[in-house]
């Protein structure tokens, strides 16, 4: 038996034979070419356009996050800096393919240096090198093929192209080498409801040393075992078939929340970016939106969106939840999210820069077009909306947020907490402001010092870091002082054990992922509300994230006989 230790993409348990992905091709040993460099450039932009177009139609095939990685796949593949790079290299005598692979190295490493949603571009943009060096090369790309049997997938990474066409039923379970908890692998296996593990290292050694091996994985705690012993294949099992019962308990519901076993409200909210995750949110049984990113909107424009696309985006979104709560997210700019029509100067740091609420300093008219449009779609659609800006630091910020806000006459504003300064300043925040949102992907990434795609660093951004649950619980705790909401919107609301601790540290409401919403309401429905305080007293006194789990786990036993 060997064991290797990833991190939770999802959740339930596999067990099975798995195939191993191979490698597309290996970076070229020769570099210079006998062609004429104009035909060598005429190929590359061929097969530049090829792949464009293929990722294109791709995202015609999914929805949500994966569609919108697709099609900025599609652009980069023929993006001019990409291609310019390249081109340069062939007039010097390199052939096309080393000449593609030299220039997405150097325009991924800008890529990774940026961090945040950019860096994740950067694991994109070896994929479309991988697919025109194929085609440059002459080779098939290996797409994952049709199995007979369905087993687990093993690969050093998967990009959303590579996964369009994946079936549950097909692939029982997925381990990739790379990745971490917010990876295109973990989004793609949340979506489709595959157990998965990320990040897992030395998965690729151990599979390609143990071809004809059995391969066990458990989503909800990372572990994976080749050949694994009697015992633990029957726990594995058990896990599955806690996964089926799960799957015949309602959830409990009242008209203003999901409720815990004792009849606690528990409102559980929709994470979304697109209109057309609207549908899937109110499909998924979300008690209304509790994290509309708008950023998403505006990533990849030239110009800003005006007051009229947006009030019609907007109403568009708002409309199915009149009556309903909808927490509306300024925009989110800068760092890891750049837009071109906002003018950064170069920052050395930029994650530590010009970001979120702080944007407006170079332009404030941005903001104030933006709360122009959600009170005309506030009004017009009936909903609920709640606004709250990113990045907030001071309580000045949020001070000067929330009267801008209201000035707009929308009762309702808020701010995220995802800086640890906010926690600090938890009293004085909640103070000022009508509502809090706790975004744990920033906030763990800043209370670690930890980029959060970064798959070496994945373990400080493990959400049940216990330094990160503490800040909950301070926030928490002032929100009640306050009699202020405090809701959580990044993923660690996502995890059903994580979100009964969190419940129990005080949170007053989640915001999940579509596809965690029945997972977190089942998990709602199975325990109590001293349980789950129980479980979150256990997870603060623990002094790592793996014990902080284990010991929050003990109170909740009727939740881990679901197989969470
Ligand atoms: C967060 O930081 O937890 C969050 C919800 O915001 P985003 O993931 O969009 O940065
Ligand atoms: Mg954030």
């Known amino acids: 038996m060997i064991e290797l230790q990833g991190i939770s993409a999802s959740t339930g348990a596999a067990l099975g034979s798995f195939y191993l992905m191979p490698l597309p091709i290996s970076k070229p040993t020769e570099s210079l070419s006998s062609d004429e460099p104009d035909t060598e450039i005429e190929k590359l932009n061929?097969?530049?356009?090829?792949?464009?177009?293929?990722?294109?139609?791709?995202?015609?095939?999914?929805?949500?996050?994966?569609?919108a990685i697709l099609y900025a796949s599609s652009e980069i593949a023929v993006d001019t800096a990409l291609l310019s790079t390249a081109e340069s290299l062939i007039r010097k005598g390199n052939s096309a393919v080393s000449a593609i692979w030299e220039a997405s190295e150097v325009f991924s490493q800008l890529l990774t240096e940026a961090g945040g949603y950019l860096a994740e571009r950067a694991s994109d943009v070896g994929n479309i090198r991988d697919r025109i060096a194929c085609i440059l090369s002459g080779v098939n790309y290996p797409e994952i093929p049709q199995l007979d049997t369905p087993v687990i997938l093993i690969a050093h990474d998967l990009s959303p192209a590579d996964t369009t066409d994946l079936q549950p039923g097909q692939v029982l379970g997925i381990i990739t080498e790379q990745g971490g908890p917010t990876s295109h692998t973990a989004i793609i296996a949340r979506t489709l409801g595959i157990p998965a593990v990320v990040a897992c290292k030395g998965v690729v050694t151990a599979a390609t040393s143990l071809m004809s091996a059995r391969v066990g994985l458990d989503a909800r705690t990372g572990a994976v075992t080749f050949n694994p012993t009697v015992e633990v294949e029957d726990a594995l099992r058990d896990v599955s078939a806690a996964l089926a019962l799960r799957r015949s308990?309602?959830?409990?519901?009242?008209?203003?929340?999901?409720?815990?076993?004792?009849?606690?409200?528990?409102?559980?909210?929709?994470?979304?970016?697109?209109?057309?995750?609207?549908?899937?949110?109110?499909?998924?049984?979300?008690?209304?939106?509790g994290l509309l990113r708008t950023e998403l909107l505006y990533l990849g424009r030239q110009s800003a969106p005006s007051l009229a696309d947006q009030r019609e985006t907007y109403t568009k979104m708002?409309?199915?939840?009149?009556?309903?709560?909808?927490?509306?997210?300024?925009?989110?700019?800068?760092?890891?999210?750049?837009?071109?029509?906002?003018?950064?100067?170069?920052?050395?740091?930029?994650?530590?820069?010009?970001?979120?609420?702080?944007?407006?300093?170079?332009?404030?008219?941005?903001?104030?077009?933006?709360?122009?449009?959600?009170?005309?779609?506030?009004?017009?659609?009936?909903?609920?909306?709640?606004?709250?800006?990113?990045?907030?630091?001071?309580?000045?910020?949020?001070?000067?947020?929330?009267?801008?806000?209201?000035?707009?006459?929308?009762?309702?504003?808020?701010?995220?907490?995802?800086?640890?300064?906010?926690?600090?300043?938890?009293?004085?925040?909640?103070?000022?402001?009508?509502?809090?949102?706790?975004?744990?992907?920033?906030?763990?990434?800043?209370?670690?010092?930890?980029?959060?795609?970064?798959?070496?660093?994945?373990?400080?951004?493990?959400?049940?870091?216990?330094?990160?649950?503490?800040?909950?619980?301070?926030?928490?705790?002032?929100?009640?002082?306050?009699?202020?909401?405090?809701?959580?919107?990044?993923?660690?609301?996502?995890?059903?054990?994580?979100?009964?601790?969190?419940?129990?540290?005080?949170?007053?409401?989640?915001?999940?992922?579509?596809?965690?919403?029945?997972?977190?309401?089942?998990?709602?429905?199975?325990?109590?509300?001293?349980?789950?305080?129980?479980?979150?007293?256990?997870?603060?006194?623990?002094?790592?994230?793996?014990?902080?789990?284990?010991?929050?786990?003990?109170?909740?036993?009727?939740?881990?006989?679901?197989?969470?």
């Open 46 to 67: 061929a097969a530049a356009n090829q792949i464009s177009d293929l990722l294109a139609e791709r995202a015609e095939r999914v929805t949500g996050e994966a569609q």
């Open 249 to 289: 308990v309602e959830p409990n519901r009242s008209p203003e929340g999901y409720l815990t076993r004792d009849g606690f409200k528990v409102p559980i909210y929709a994470n979304v970016g697109r209109v057309e995750d609207v549908a899937v949110a109110i499909e998924s049984g979300a008690d209304g939106i």
């Open 318 to 564: 708002l409309s199915p939840f009149r009556g309903k709560r909808v927490v509306i997210r300024t925009l989110d700019a800068g760092a890891d999210k750049p837009m071109a029509f906002i003018n950064f100067s170069h920052e050395p740091n930029p994650a530590l820069g010009i970001r979120g609420y702080r944007t407006i300093a170079i332009n404030k008219d941005l903001l104030l077009t933006q709360l122009e449009a959600i009170r005309d779609a506030s009004l017009a659609s009936g909903a609920d909306v709640w606004v709250m800006a990113p990045m907030i630091s001071l309580p000045s910020e949020a001070e000067e947020f929330a009267s801008l806000v209201h000035s707009y006459g929308l009762k309702s504003a808020g701010v995220m907490v995802e800086v640890p300064s906010a926690v600090f300043f938890a009293q004085e925040i909640t103070q000022v402001s009508d509502f809090v949102s706790i975004g744990t992907n920033d906030l763990g990434q800043y209370l670690h010092a930890a980029d959060r795609e970064s798959a070496q660093l994945a373990a400080f951004n493990d959400p049940w870091q216990p330094a990160l649950l503490r800040a909950v619980r301070q926030v928490a705790a002032a929100g009640i002082a306050q009699e202020c909401p405090v809701g959580v919107c990044g993923e660690a609301a996502s995890d059903p054990a994580l979100a009964a601790v969190l419940i129990g540290l005080g949170v007053t409401s989640l915001s999940c992922n579509v596809s965690a919403i029945q997972d977190v309401a089942l998990a709602m429905t199975s325990i109590t509300h001293l349980e789950m305080q129980s479980a979150a007293k256990a997870a603060l006194a623990a002094p790592s994230a793996r014990a902080a789990r284990t010991s929050a786990r003990a109170h909740l036993s009727a939740l881990i006989k679901l197989g969470f």
